[in-house]
Nanobody, 115 residues
Framework: QVRLVESGGGLVQAGGSLRLSCVTS????????VRWYRQDPGKQRRLVAM???????FYADTVSGRFTVSRDNAKNTAYLQMNDLKSEDTGVYFC?????????YGPGTQVTVSS
């Protein structure tokens, strides 16, 4: 059974840092890219960053230069290092893996940035 679990969220002051983790199980993690999304209250999830199975990365313009996505295939885990956090980074962060027609998300982790 495919499982993704995010952790590492919390309350942080503007300018601070957090490191999110996405621990996965139930599939061969090294064979798939991982996406990180943020969902604001009442809005759709928006792509924040992604890392492919061969490590090339993508960042939304709003986080480029502040966030870094990485992966540890030996630990079946993806990470999102978030630096210089801003109030607009507040939201629930989800990791995501797409396998063919199946789209898997974790339950999410709340990030709150106070100004």
């Amino acid at each position: 059974q495919v499982r993704l679990v995010e952790s590492g969220g919390g309350l942080v002051q503007a300018g601070g840092s957090l490191r999110l983790s996405c621990v996965t199980s139930g599939f061969t993690f090294a064979n798939f890219g991982v996406r990180w999304y943020r969902q604001d209250p009442g809005k759709q999830r928006r792509l924040v960053a992604m890392i492919s199975r061969t490590d090339p990365t993508f960042y939304a313009d709003t986080v480029s230069g502040r966030f870094t996505v990485s992966r540890d295939n030996a630990k079946n885990t993806a990470y999102l290092q978030m630096n210089d956090l801003k109030s607009e980074d507040t939201g629930v962060y989800f990791c995501n893996v797409i396998m063919g027609v199946n789209d898997y998300y974790g339950p999410g982790t709340q990030v709150t940035v106070s100004s």
